[in-house]
């Protein structure tokens, strides 16, 4: 199973310690978890993936090499740069304004739901987030959630307390 933990990078205290957990919980089961190492949700479910006992994958894509000071391997590179940017150019407005590591941080948010080869890679099972962030903006979580929607993959965004609700009655039975 392939998750998806991403969010805006203030959150409320409560939602990032549930984060933590369901990072661990989901560690635990031995679930991948996909993020993109950003304060907040992101750093949320990585620090509770690295609680469990038991070592579990992890996807941690980067827009470029030590971002956020996040050790990952997975970061964007001259060599997937264009395949990631023609995907993400889809989605984002005004993206032939846009500065190349805005760029990069939207193909980033790619791989956070399509992998590390978008068509190769196995999509994510769902997404789990927080944002407050309007469904009709592309930017930062809600880019994802786009990908998420267009590909069929469910999502749960905590801000909504009936998606919260759905997510624990399908994962936390």
Known sequence: MIYTGIGARELPEDIRKEFIFIGRRFAERGWTLRSGGADGADSAFEWGCGLSATPAPKEIFLPWKGFNNNPSPLYITKTNEKELFDIACNIYPGWQYAKNPV?????RNVQQVMGKKPGVSPLTNFVVCWTDRPENQARGTMFAVT?????GIPVYNFYNPEKRKEFYKAYFK
């Open 147 to 151: 990908i998420a929607n267009k590909k």
């Open 103 to 107: 760029r990069l941080l939207h193909a």
